[in-house]
């Protein structure tokens, strides 16, 4: 299976700033199908991007995801007080599917 | 309106069995895949199972095979998971996701927990 790993596993910043959140894959990812998504506490997950860079319904544009092959980006680039979550990257090209250990933003 | 709702979790003890299920309605369930995917408490996802929208083809994580068997059935639009041999591991929220082949997960239930204690 596609081991996922996410860097780095906390990252303290403030609102207005930038994150950079990064998920290496241990295969290449068929047909850039990694996806991202954001989860608050006592919530399901929420698809934010697909296929590696497209945002999902009603994303807001702050957020963008890059990269293809092994090596992925997700950006948000000026972080708003409900964007402080953990985050996770999805496989889905190759089964069994699987998930990056997640990325926690806090606030600084 | 796309509902997943999960039901059939609760405590069971080390060894035992438990019968997942999810009962799905505001899509076309027959032209979906399903999955289970689980979230062990303070922990990250784990895709767990999943079946293809006629139910020929089943996947399964390392962690589960062999113990765990999904399943549906379509003309009550509902998924379900087997567990057996269950495990204190096997603690988690677990969820019933959707998606079209080759694509993203697309709608989550709101999750049942599953507790392996003595």
């Given amino acids: 299976e596609i081991v996922l790993t996410q860097s780095p596993g906390t990252l303290s910043l403030s609102p207005g700033e930038r994150a950079t959140l990064s998920c290496r894959a241990s295969q290449s990812v068929s047909s850039s199908s990694l996806a991202w998504y954001q989860q608050k506490p006592g919530q399901a997950p929420r698809l934010l991007i697909y296929g590696a860079s497209s945002r999902a319904s009603g994303i807001p544009d702050r957020f963008s995801g890059s990269g293809s092959g092994t090596d992925f980006t997700l950006t948000i680039s000026r972080l708003e007080p409900e964007d402080f979550a953990v985050y996770y990257c ?9 998930f990056g250990q997640g990325t926690k933003v806090e606030i600084k | 309106e796309v509902q997943l709702v999960e039901s059939g979790g609760g405590l069971v003890q080390p060894g035992g ?3 997942l299920s999810c009962s799905a309605s505001g899509f076309t369930f ?3 895949s399903m999955h289970w995917v689980r979230q062990a408490p303070g922990k ?10 006629d139910g020929g083809g ?6 589960v095979k062999g113990r765990f068997t999904i399943s549906r059935d379509n003309s009550k639009s509902t998924l379900y998971l087997q567990m057996s041999s269950l495990r204190a591991e096997d603690t988690a929220v677990y969820y019933c996701v959707n998606s079209m082949v080759g694509a993203p997960f697309d709608y989550w239930g709101q999750g049942t927990l599953v507790t392996v204690s003595s």
């Fill in chain 2, 58 to 63: 089943t996947t399964y994580a390392d962690s």
């Fill in chain 2, 30 to 32: 027959s032209s979906y």
């Fill in chain 2, 44 to 53: 990250g996802l784990e895709y767990v199972s999943g079946i293809s929208s």
């Fill in chain 1, 90 to 98: 999805h496989q889905y090209g190759r089964s069994p599917r699987t």
């Fill in chain 2, 17 to 19: 069995s438990l019968r």
